[in-house]
């Protein structure tokens, strides 16, 4: 049962186009689910209130690379190493050397 409330939200009628600017959940869906008999209970997660079809898609990963509605905000956020300092050798066992869950590998 609980794959078919997933392809009711995530493909709705097989061959139809997905009108991603929909909401992803909403009371009527999650009340139409409830009048199936089931063991579990849906309802109106408030991660997902105010998202659309569209963004849970991204949050799935399935908008991949060369789709023209990808987008990852990591890709888009600069990185600032200029002040970084990464040592030329690092020992874990030398820099804390008390540390009871650190062993040299056999």
């Given at each position: 049962?609980?794959?078919?409330a ?5 493909g ?14 909403s ?6 689910l409830?009048?199936i ?10 991660r ?16 991949m ?21 990464i040592?030329a050798e ?17």
């Amino acid at each position: 049962m609980k794959l078919l409330a997933l392809g009711a939200l995530v493909g709705g009628v097989v061959g139809e186009e997905l009108n991603l600017a929909l909401p992803a959940v909403s009371k009527a869906w999650a009340d139409e689910l409830n009048s199936i008999p089931k063991a579990w209970t849906a309802h109106v997660s408030p991660r997902f209130a105010d998202v659309t079809l569209g963004e849970v898609k991204q949050m799935c990963g399935t908008i991949m690379k060369g789709d023209a509605s990808y987008n990852n905000p990591l890709e888009d956020k600069p990185r600032d190493d200029s002040n970084a300092y990464i040592p030329a050798e690092f020992n874990v066992i030398e820099q804390w050397p008390d540390c009871a869950d650190i062993r040299p590998c056999p």
